[in-house]
Every structure is written in C-alpha cells, then in structure tokens.
C-alpha cells in the first residue's frame, strides 16, 4: 500500500454511515416545492367526493334526500348508508376489534360524523351539493363525559350493541362500557398501600387533543374495470394494512390491490387508521369506473379523524418516610367518543399504559383501565408516543411530583433515589416488561448540571420571597421529567394488528456497478427515512449511503411490513435493514473469497471491501464484488446480490431520558416564557445525530403544544370548540421556544445496530417537563394539580384560586 491509499477511517467517513449527520437527501424536492403529496394526484376524469356531516352529536336520522343534490348539474353520486349495505360495507370494523359506521346509519353518535358521500365533478359543485342534501334529524340526550355516560340512567349511546355484556376485550359492566383493561396484583398492591408511611393521591387528566398534522388525510381511489386492479393512493402511514383490510372488505384479490403513500405531509398517527373517506372513495370507484379523490379540510381533520389521549386517571402511589417507592395505583377512566378505533396492538386495549411504573423501581403496582363510549369522534390514536406511552410517562412524572411535595423532599433526589439502577438491566417491571438497557443516574446526573439545578432552585426561593415582598408579579418554575418510552412494537408473539404480526421487513438489491436500492415496510412521513436507512446499510454493506436508494410505500414493490408510527422504524425496519445487510455481506464474502482464492474463513470485513487476514494488500471492495456477482460463474452460488429480512425484535427498545423546563409565569396574565428547554435523549446507538435533534425540536414542540394550549374541547352538547386553527393551538415559530439538545448511549443489547426509536421521545418527556413547571411555579404557594392545558386563562386562574391576585 502507499501513502494515498485512504485509511479506514477515511474510508468509512467516505460511506456517510452510522453517526454521520447526513444532510436530508429528501429535503432537495421539499424545499423546491417538488414533494409529491396525494392531492398533487390528478388524473383524467377524476371526479371528487365530500361528505355530508352531522351538525348534532347524537341524533336520530328520520330522513335522508338527494333530490336536489342530484339534480345539481355535475354532481354524479350521492352514497349514503343504504347504498353500502347491500356490499356490506355501511360499518366497517375498527383496528380495535369495535366496528364503526362507514356512513351514518339510523343515528348520528359526534358531530362531525359522516353521514352521506357526495361525488361530484370538481370541489366547489361538492360544497354545493353537500348544502342540497337535506337531512331531517331528530336530536338526543348527549354525553361528552365519560364519568356521566357510565351513570345507571346515562342514555344508551351504542344501540347496536344492546344485550351485549361482552366486547373484543371481555365483560361490559354498562351499556356505555367498552372494556376493563387490568395489569399487575392489585391486592398487594392495595396491601402496600395499606402498611406505607406515606401515600399521595392524585387525579391527572391528560386532555383530548388531536395529531393535527399539516397535510390533512386523503386518498385517491381508482378502479380499473379492464384489468380488475384497484389502486389507492392514500396519505397511509401503515399501507400494507390498508392494502389487507381494503381486500377483506371489497373481496377483491389482495394482488389486484395497490396501495401508495406518496409523500406525506405529518401523520403523528393520524393516519394509522381506516377513515371511511377511504371506503366510500373505493366504492364511488367501483361504482363510476372513474377515479375519485377525497381530501379532507382543517375542520374534517380535527372534527372526525382520530384524536388522542382523553385519559383520567386517578393515582395512588405509596413509599416510605425517606422516600422509597414502595408501590403504585392507576385506575384510568378512557373516553374513546363514540366508536372504540384506538390504533393499538389487538392485545393492548390501553396501549402500552402499563409502562406507567416510568424510570422506577417499583416492586408492586396496579393497572385497570376503563373504555367508555361518549358522543364525540372515535380514535385514540398514539399522537407522537407508542400507543399511550405519553399519558403512562404524564400520570407518573405528575405522580412522582405530588409525592414530593407530601414528603416535603426535592422531585429531582426522589426520582434519584428510586431510578432502576444500571446493574439491574435488563429488569422487570411489576407490569409486566423487560426493560432492554439504561442508564439513568448518568442521564439525570448531567441534565442537573448542565441546567445547574441547585442554583435555579435558590434563585426560585429568592423569587418567591420577592414575589412576597411585592418586588416582583413573576415566578419561576423548575419542571422536570425523566421519562422511559417503549417503542419498536413488536414481537410478532405478543403484538399484532388486525391478526398481522409486527414484524418488518427491507428487501436489498446491490446493482452490478456498486450501487442499491432497498425497499421496506415502513413509510415516511418527513422522518428522513430515505436519508437513515442508507446510512444503516453504508455501515452494513460498505457502499456509500449516496449510493443507495430507499423506497417505501408502494405495495407493488416494497416487501410486507406494518408500517411506520410507534417509533417502530427504527427498531423493527432498521433492524431489518441491518440483518438483510449481513446477508448480502455473507454471500459477498464467499464471492471475494473465490476471488482471490483463499478460504472465506481467512478474510475479514474491513469498511467496504474484504481483506485476506494477515494480508490487508489483497482486498476485494464491495464494487468489485458486486461487478463479480454478475459476471462470473462463481461455483456454489447463484448471479446476483440480493438479499430480503423479515425481522422479528425478540423485545421492544426502550428509550429513554432526562428533560428540564425553566419558565417564567406572570401572575396577573397568565403568560409564560419558556426561558431553557435542555431535552438530554439516550435512543442507543444514534444513526444520524442531525435528524434525532431535528426529531426532539419537532416533538418537543408538540409537547410544547400540548401541555401549553393544544386542545380538542367540547361544550355540554357535544359541539366541537376547537375545530380550525384559530382556536386550536398549533404553534408557530414565534410561540415555539428554543431547545438544547443533549445525549447519552446506551445501545439497545438486542438490536442489531444498538438503536431505540427517538421520535415520539420529545412528546413523551416533553409534555411533563412544560406541565411540571407550570405546577412547580405554584408549588410553594401550595398548588398540587391543576388540569392541562396550561393556558393564559388556566394559568391566571390558579393564580386567583390561590389568592395571589388579592
Ligand atoms: N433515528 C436515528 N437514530 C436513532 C433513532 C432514530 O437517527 N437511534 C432517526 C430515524 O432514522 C428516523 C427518525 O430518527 O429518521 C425517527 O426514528 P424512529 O424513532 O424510529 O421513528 P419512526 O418510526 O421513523 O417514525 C415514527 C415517529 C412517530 S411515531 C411520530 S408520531 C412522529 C415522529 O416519527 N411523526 C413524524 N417524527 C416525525 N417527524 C416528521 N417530520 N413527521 C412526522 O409525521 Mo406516531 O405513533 O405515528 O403517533
């Protein structure tokens, strides 16, 4: 070798692999107005459809009539219940084991529900012709609380379920009861509780709010009656799973169904789900023999499609007098509105709630939770956190702060004290998980000091006796949060969608000049998946991850996979991608060592090419090997270099993470300021150290969102008062405070590459840092809980409960 032969490392910083902050090769059609998103999907003849909704939240519907929508020129079709039941297709099931009306039928259960389908030549004759449906409704009684819709007397929400004292998850105690969900020993945990020094209770309700993202749902259906295929073009964060149920409920042929996600524009799961948008798209297809597109507006996307969290959940937690866990209580009371459409594992009817022990050792704990049926728009869907991880993560950092406060100690030493300890990895928690690895101590250790902890809080003391003085109208909070997600759902063993495992999956082809292309399961939806799964197989296979083209969301081509949310790319596709990686690497190893004629035991992999061990001047690079697959006849093995993984994680990942909130609040408006967000994330081995802090700033931001004003809010008869921008809070540059990121890594021991998820993280911590600060601003002046959102009028009004206005 001479002196130009590049190292290893250069070599390998050259491949743009794991660690590299690789700049979003997607970016360049994003930032050039080049995406291609549903609605840029115009074909000829294409008609549009729209829906009639219900003003009313629970009403009978005496009549229905499209005379005069039909008779408005340009207006092709309007579908209503009557029409779909004959195909069987007027309800459809629910990924929760419920079914859901597709188009109302007899009755109307939220408002905003879909009650008839309009297809029409172009958008404006729509509108139009949604105005000429007449609709004669009868109104009834309307629950939007779940405590009153479980009352003896409470009206009968799901008729079409009457006489049925079970569900898809066991008995039902109540006409408006969906389930009771319960984890751990709830004996000895009462036990404990019995015997404690102390025990702090506490109600923490985590509000309803929707996933909101900018590009709203949409689909565009096209039915092809010459060759029998149907191809759906949708903004589907899990298409595949569209592609099966959209078979098991036309009967068409699962190959004759092609399902895209083209560029998608936000699903923060909003976009799991089946909407019957989708549907009655397919069957004005099938009907007209015309392509029909349906684009749901602002007000459709937070009205009808799913919402999240709505979750009460009333704590109990015990320790002794010097502040040891000693158990922990949650019964939870879920409002799920009107239909049970949560997206979450068929076995898990709260989600991964039953992470609600968080970052603690807690030797006993209890879960029960409660599904009950409201008047308002079904869903429940993860909105940036594995399936209800935010809420476990919101009950027990709330939790933890009210025990503080009856210990009289300080939250961040109690949280230290009782942190599951690093030599107790992988440990199992009272409900049931594995935790994979963590480092907590060193996480929380950091954050402390790089927010200088002590010092805030002898300048929050200093300030409350100012504020007694009369010196000063503002105080300061110190909000803190360690949170533990659990991402990468799942073992196909205990975690399926609608009977499909979550496993993943990527397919690799290696092209004869040394480029790639790989296709996998999942879906982005602005992560930078394209930019990532390069960078795994650049380190894997040692061809430059400039060099690799990924692809995601088409049926036709993309092998099986269940999609992307949860935080499950990483962990489920990216191990997919790492493993399908080795394959090719194996077979390339054989293909070297016929190359250079030594046994394959005697190389070895160094960066991008194999050397014979002993020998590094005899080498055979990855383009040569590639080259060599097609045009030698090497004994024993086949042409080609490809290669395809179905991964199945023998356990979840588990993220986790040290946030810390100052903020300053002014008594007499209400207002804050978000003076420093330090957001410290350990997501195991970082593969691109750029997007995981683009990752924290968006979900931080939500947190932000969440904890701060974003809500989905409803007056007693079930009128929905957030529905357009104006009134729900989505932040915009000018309220969004600035972040400092932090790290540690603490690799996941069974993962392929060491990765956890990162992006639902920010949402999960993030929400109790914001909301804690708020609570920790009043604490001294003995606030315990106050609801979420945290808005100017919330926040003035516990100032005045207080009688800090007086
Ligand atoms: N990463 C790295 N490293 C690590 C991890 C991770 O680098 N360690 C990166 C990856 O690659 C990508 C990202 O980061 O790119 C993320 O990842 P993950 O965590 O794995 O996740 P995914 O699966 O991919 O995704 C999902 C998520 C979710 S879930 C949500 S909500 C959100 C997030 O993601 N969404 C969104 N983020 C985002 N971003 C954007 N831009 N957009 C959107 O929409 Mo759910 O469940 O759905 O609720």
Known sequence: MNDQTPTSVERATKLKGLGHSRKRVEDVRFTQGKGNYVDDIKMPGMLFGDFVRSPYAHARIKSINIDAAMALPGVVAVLTAKDLEPLGLHWMPTLAGDKQMVLADGKVLFQGQEVAFVVADDRYINADAIDLVEVEYEELPVVTDPFKALEPDAPVLREDLAGQTSGAHGARKHHNHIFLWEVGDEAATDEVMADADVVAEETVYYHRTHPCPLETCGCVASMDKVNGKLTLWGTFQAPHVVRTVASLLSGIEEHNIRVVSPDIGGGFGNKVGVYPGYVCSIVASIVTGRPVKWIEDRMDNLMATAFARDYWMKGKISATKDGKITGLHCQVTADHGAFDACADPTKFPAGFMSICTGSYDIPVAYLGVDGVYTNKAPGGVSYRCSFRVTEAAYFIERMIEVLAIKLGMDAAELRAKNFIKKDQFPYQSALGWEYDSGDYHTAWEKALKAVDYDALRVEQAERVEAFKRGETR???????????????????????????????????????????????????????????????????????????????????????????????????????????????????????????????????????????????????????????????????????????????????????????????????????????FYALDDCGTRINPMIIEGQVHGGATEAYAIAMGQELAYDEIGNVKTGTLMDFFLPTSWETPTYETDFTETPSPHHPIGAKGVGES?????????????????????????????????????????????
């Open 474 to 676: 503002k105080l300061l909070g110190i909000g803190l949060s360690h949170f533990t997600e659990i991402v990468g759902a799942g073992p196909v063993k205990n975690c399926d969608i609608l009977g499909m495992g979550m496993f993943d999956s990527c397919e690799i082809r290696i092209h004869p000049t040394g480029s790639a292309i790989a296709r996998l399961g999942t879906i982005s939806q602005g992560q930078g998946h394209a930019t990532t799964f390069a960078q795994i197989l650049a380190s894997e296979i040692g061809i430059s991850a400039d060099s690799i083209t990924i692809e995601e969301g088409d049926t036709d081509t993309a092998p099986y996979g269940l999609g992307t949310y949860g935080s499950r790319s990483t962990p489920v596709a990216g191990a997919a991608a790492a493993m399908a990686g080795r394959k090719i690497r194996a077979k390339a190893q054989m293909t070297a060592a016929y190359l250079l004629e030594v046994h394959d035991g005697d190389l070895e992999w160094d960066v991008d090419r194999f050397i014979v061990k002993g020998a590094p001047e005899q080498f055979k690079t990855m383009t040569e090997i590639a080259y060599a697959s097609y045009n030698q006849a090497i004994p024993g093995l086949e042409p080609g270099l490809e290669a395809v993984s179905y991964y199945d994680p023998p356990n979840m990942t588990y993220p986790f993470g040290a946030y810390i909130c100052v903020m300053e609040i002014d008594v007499d408006t209400g207002t804050h300021e978000v003076r420093r």
């Open 762 to 806: 920010p949402n999960v911590g993030g929400v109790p840092a914001f909301s804690n600060a708020v609570h920790d601003a009043f604490r001294p002046f003995g606030l315990k809980q106050s609801h979420m959102p945290h808005d100017q009028w919330r926040i003035w009004k516990i100032a005045n409960d207080l009688g800090l206005h007086s």
